[in-house]
């Protein structure tokens, strides 16, 4: 089945600092996502991008479905920022998704 | 639009006892996956319905099965709980492909 590696594990910033988050999968997906898991363990949908690229505020998303990975950019972080990001990503008529181990971010006041 | 809701959020079985969680998704959404997220396993897929059919399933035991019905609603039941089983269970109800997840129901088996 489809591989989900997501980097780095961990990631701690002072508040203000940017960051990029990466999302590596083995195989044709049409379907990626990347999520926010608050503390208290809702996901919160953040992009629904399989290919090119989205922003939403400070946050943004690129997906190079040819090459099989997609980033998450975090401008100007914010202590509410902190939390899991997850990437999930679905193959084509498998109608099964597969999520990555996550990136836990802590940001710093 | 209401969001995907979860029914109870939190449970507390004793082993060997079976459970039922139920998941109502946004409406006008026809598809409900489920998932079970432990601190060892991360997040894995349980199985997703279509129109009360499923579609695919995880790599999880007989133990684990589910359900929706005609308005959509789904149940996930587990049988013979076991301490392994202790876990936050989400659903995701989606429309063309974008998952929207429920609060889950937390898990704990004694």
């Known amino acids: 089945g489809i591989q989900v590696e997501q980097s780095p594990p961990d990631l701690i910033l002072q508040e203000g600092a940017n960051s990029t988050l990466r999302c590596n999968f083995s195989?044709?997906?049409?379907?990626l996502q990347w999520f926010h898991q608050n503390p208290w363990g809702q996901l919160i949908n953040l992009f629904y991008?399989?290919?090119g690229t989205k922003q939403n505020g400070r946050l943004s998303a690129t997906t190079v479905a040819t090459e099989r990975y997609s980033l998450l950019y975090i401008s100007s972080s914010q202590t509410t920022d902190s939390g899991v990001y997850f990437c999930?990503?679905?193959?084509?008529?498998?109608?099964?998704?597969?999520f990555g181990a996550g990136t836990r971010l802590f940001v710093k006041a | 639009k209401a969001g995907v809701t979860q029914t109870p959020r939190y449970l507390i079985k004793t082993r060997g006892q079976q459970v039922t969680l139920s998941c109502s998704p946004i409406?006008?959404?026809?598809?409900v996956s489920w998932y079970q997220q432990t601190p060892g396993q991360g997040l894995q897929f349980l199985f997703e319905?279509?129109?009360?059919?499923?579609?695919n399933k995880g790599n999880f035991p007989g133990r684990f099965s589910g359900r929706q019905f005609s308005n959509s609603r789904s149940e996930m039941n587990v049988s013979t709980l076991e301490l392994g089983d202790s876990a936050l269970y989400l659903c995701?109800?989606?429309?063309?492909?974008?998952?929207?997840f429920g609060p889950g129901t937390r898990l704990t088996v004694t």
């Open positions: 995701a109800s989606s429309l063309q492909g974008s998952r929207y």
């Open positions: 195989d044709s997906v049409n379907n």
């Open positions: 991008i399989p290919s």
């Open positions: 999930a990503v679905g193959n084509t008529g498998g109608f099964k998704t597969i």
């Open positions: 409406s006008g959404h026809r598809s």
């Open positions: 319905y279509f129109s009360e059919t499923q579609r």
